[in-house]
């Protein structure tokens, strides 16, 4: 098996690797309705009729109260107003940032501000503007050479969905087959977490199924034949891995290389290839039970190495590599110190798969959990000297600088205090290794790089500091200092006019 493995490793892989535009792009999620204030919003009021109330873009979402007759809780019910157009006139923005895949929370029409109930799967919400919207913002991303993804909700929907009423209604509606009608219920139906305000749907009504994926004019094929790119599959684990399948498979139907990503955010393996990938928090946990001192770095490594074995790193590729997101704390709460901060971003950006922004984070923006999490943007963060900007934006430009961060290969380095990893292509130049230093001291190793190609006397450069290492004999000894990463590239510049890679790719 490992002989066939590294058979298949050939230099047309990174090849095919490269030409997929799933393998490791940078993806930055919004959350519409808080990222850019409306420039029409007195024009919209009357969309957010009561209950649902207009909040100032300065006020901060603050947890609210159960509300039983509604089916929801009051903070889902506050809105800031962001929409589509407003949306659109930041992508330079989220373009400069150097991110390569926008990634929507749902936009379809709804009663809620998350609107992870939908009223209407077919139509965009009008607090965000309309289909032409839609299509406008495709056009401008796609012209910026950028994809779009947007959050797929078909395990439930609303209660106030007509399709619901239809079938609550009348129990000879075709629609009645969809849902779970039971007076064992507390609501008389079956509800996602016993949330009145979200029936789940019945997959196992051919129907349904039908009308959210299987067929042509499916919700997943209508969109992606308007110029959607990929779906981000909300509680996927909950459709089950033969439904991701089928769904999988209908949407390459409508758009041969559409990217469906699920929201199974436990250990990354077993869930391929009933999707093209998963949520991946594991890089990020791994590393702040090395920060906590549960792990140390080589036993962390080692995990890392175990991830990538039993995800397979093909799958890993195409999975969203994440550390906060709407439904966690925000990065700046769980880690308030800047130096841990910046190695958890570092593992996220370095590991494979696509690291995943979440907007706001990049700024350091803070949200102990919902809904202090879903802010509204703080633009007034977007400063030069704002570090934790800084530092997203010198990671971004490393992985577009060094190839094998994007679609290379991971080796775990034989470390002890430190986690190090080797990232590789079938070439000598693509080679990075990273070495992170999760300790409040400094530390010194010495360790085998793992690039038979790097000769001798060859040199290791940090991409950060600029700080070379020579490498004997295939060892390196490595200085690290607290909370520190280093990011290895080989410095394969001639010395003396000696070149001894001229013939080595």
């Known amino acids: ?27 930055y999620q919004v959350f519409v309705d808080r990222f850019a204030p409306s420039a029409d919003l007195e024009r919209k009021k009357t969309l957010y009729s009561d209950p649902r109330v207009i909040v100032k873009w300065s006020e901060l979402p603050k947890p609210g109260r159960a509300n039983p007759e509604l089916g929801s809780w009051t903070h ?10 407003s949306l659109q006139t930041k992508l330079g923005y989220i373009d400069d940032l150097g991110a390569d895949v926008l990634y929507l929370n749902p936009i379809f029409e709804a009663f809620t501000n998350h609107k992870y109930d939908a009223t209407d799967y077919m139509k965009v919400d ?25 959050d797929g909700v ?23 087959s969809w849902f779970t009608f039971d007076q064992s219920f507390p609501w008389g139906y079956k509800a996602w977490a016993g949330v009145a305000n979200l029936p789940e749907i019945k997959l196992e009504t051919a129907a ?15 969109y992606l034949r308007q110029g959607v790119d990929g779906w981000r599959l909300d509680v996927a684990f909950e459709l089950g891995p033969n439904y991701l399948s089928d769904l999988n498979k209908a949407a390459k139907k409508a758009k041969k290389d559409a990217w469906v990503v699920g929201e199974i955010s436990g250990y990354p393996a077993d869930w391929f290839p009933a999707v093209d990938g998963v949520f991946n928090f594991t890089p990020s946990a791994i590393l702040q039970n090395c920060l906590s001192g549960e792990l140390s770095g080589g036993r962390a490594t080692q995990q890392l190495a175990d991830m990538v074995t039993d995800a397979g790193i093909e799958n890993l590729l195409r999975s969203w590599t994440l550390v906060d997101n709407h439904d966690t704390p925000r990065l700046a709460d769980v880690l308030s110190d800047w130096k841990k901060r910046r190695l958890a971003f570092a593992i996220q950006f370095l590991t494979p798969g696509s690291p995943v922004i979440y907007y706001g984070s990049e700024l350091g923006m803070t949200g102990p959990g919902d809904p202090a999490n879903r802010a509204p943007m703080r633009w007034d963060l977007v400063k030069n000297e704002n570090e934790n900007l ?15 961060l994007r679609i290379g290969d991971f080796k775990a380095m034989n470390t002890e205090k430190l986690i190090g990893f080797l990232r590789h292509t079938d070439k000598l130049k693509d ?51 607290p909370y520190s990463v280093q990011i290895l590239a080989p410095n394969l510049e001639a010395e003396g006019g000696f070149d001894p890679y001229k013939r080595v790719e």
């Open 126 to 150: 009008p607090q965000y503007g309309s289909e032409k919207d839609l299509q406008s913002l495709t056009k401008d991303l796609h012209t910026r050479k950028m994809k779009l993804v947007l």
């Open 154 to 176: 078909f395990n439930h929907l609303g209660r106030r969905n007509t399709l619901f009423l239809q079938a609550q209604k009348d129990p000879k509606s075709p629609y009645r």
């Open 76 to 85: 889902e019910l506050e809105f800031w107003g962001g929409d589509l157009p």
């Open 208 to 222: 349904a199924r039908e009308y959210l994926w299987e067929g042509k004019d499916s919700v997943v094929q209508h």
């Open 431 to 481: 080679s990075v290794i990273v070495l992170i230093n999760p300790t409040k001291d400094k530390v010194v190793e010495t360790m085998s790089i793992r690039i038979g190609k790097l000769l001798s006397w060859g040199r290791m450069q940090d991409a950060l500091s600029k700080r070379e290492y020579r490498c004997i004999n295939g060892m390196m000894r490595a200085e690290l200092e």
């Open 1 to 27: 098996m490992y002989l066939s493995l590294m058979l298949a490793m050939t230099p047309e892989t990174y090849v095919q690797r490269e030409k997929d535009w799933r393998c490791g792009p940078v993806v």
């Open 390 to 404: 800084a530092w997203m934006k010198q990671l971004v430009d490393l992985r577009k600088k060094h190839r094998s």
